[in-house]
Nanobody, 117 residues
């Protein structure tokens, strides 16, 4: 079964940038839709961005224009480029893989992003 490992989180100043990576243990190109979610303390986990096997993307309104999700199927990796970061972006960011045939979700362990001056 696919395993997901996020990396790239850390501390950043408001207005700064980070690039998160989600490395999958197996091939994701033809059968997994991918997404990034985040969860801040005291809040529910929320959708940040999704990308289909064909490369179609969707974003939460709060990040549209600032964040970009992409995938490199040859590397079995999904990325989240985060620009113009705001303190309200502070959260644990999780990678999700959705098996299109099984309808099953696989989650990574998360990576902390903290935006603070």
């Amino acid at each position: 079964q696919v395993q997901l490992v996020e990396s790239g989180g850390g501390l950043v100043q408001p207005g700064g940038s980070l690039r998160l990576s989600c490395a999958a243990s197996g091939s994701i190109g033809s059968i997994y839709a991918m997404g990034w979610y985040r969860q801040a303390p005291g809040k529910q986990r929320e959708l940040v961005a999704t990308i289909t096997t064909g490369g179609s993307t969707n974003y939460a309104d709060s990040v549209k224009g600032r964040f970009t999700i992409s995938r490199d199927n040859a590397k079995n990796t999904v990325y989240l480029q985060m620009n113009s970061l705001k303190p309200e972006d502070t959260a644990v960011y999780y990678c999700k893989a959705n098996h299109l045939l099984l309808g099953r979700n696989y989650w990574g362990q998360g990576t902390q992003v903290t935006v603070s001056s």
